[in-house]
């Protein structure tokens, strides 16, 4: 594992009261770095104790995201959910794209007094994605086509990887395959968000989700101007003031 660290990537921690927040970022190639105004935000309107914690491959290098195993996720966040439980007494987990697939398969195993998912895909629609099996055995890498732009956009906020390694999108359909599952076994409270512009993800995959869950309580939201990043989504303040209703609630 390279000890390299991308400035800026994470992880962020904000200690508030005894409401423990665990918000998951995606798997696409960003970092922490994409959640840290939406936690900073929440963190200041209820107070909460929040981390987002940077999952091991992310923020150093391509290659250590390459050789990282999904179990190497899974042991950490475990560790993190341990962590913040001997703070707070109340835990909430949630993440975003990726981070919200494994926040589900976490859901199912653990009594969560709440869960959140921001683009939690079903499905993957970009038409790419279903040709890596055929070309992973030729490329190892794939340069992400709007890391420029996305630097521009957000004035230099986001960061992440310049190119990803293929084997990522077998992994998150081994993650997808295992969340679908163990979807029944999720009783939590649960609140999803989903853009109704995302290009990235299946349309349905909210509905799916809500439909597939025995969470008592639950809601559906659609993010009317989002695509799938969720950096300077346009639809910020919405999911802010959800987030939190949603916590003030359970």
């Not at 077998?170 to 395959?177: D, E, V």
């Amino acid at each position: 594992m390279s000890r390299t660290m991308l400035p800026g990537a994470g992880p962020f921690y904000f200690d508030g009261n005894n409401i423990g927040i665990l918000f998951l970022h995606g798997g696409g190639g960003g970092t922490c770095a994409d959640l840290k105004s939406l936690a900073e935000d929440l963190h200041k309107k209820g107070g909460y104790t929040i981390k987002i914690p940077l999952l091991p491959g992310y923020g150093t290098t391509p290659e250590d995201l390459r050789s990282t195993p999904i179990n190497a996720w899974k042991d950490f966040i475990e560790r993190e959910i341990e962590i913040l439980k001997q703070k707070c007494n109340k835990i909430i987990v949630g993440g975003h794209s990726m981070g919200g697939i494994l926040t589900l398969i976490f859901a199912s195993k653990h009594n969560f007094d709440g869960i959140f998912t921001i683009s939690a895909p079903s499905g993957i629609k970009i038409f790419g994605i279903k040709l890596v099996p055929l070309i992973k055995p030729f490329l190892k890498f794939y340069k992400l086509p709007d890391v420029d732009k996305m630097r521009e956009e957000t004035g230099g906020k986001w960061v992440g990887y310049d190119r990803i390694p293929l084997n990522i999108v077998s992994k998150i359909n081994k993650l997808m395959k295992e969340m679908k599952s163990v979807l029944s076994k999720i009783t939590s409270p649960a609140i999803l968000f989903q853009g109704r512009l995302d290009s990235y993800i299946k349309d349905d995959s909210m509905d799916f989700i809500y439909e597939k869950v025995n969470s008592k309580k639950k809601k559906r939201i659609w993010l009317e101007n989002n695509d799938h990043p969720i950096l300077d989504s346009p639809d910020h303040n919405q999911i802010v003031s959800e987030l939190n209703k949603f916590i003030s609630e359970i």
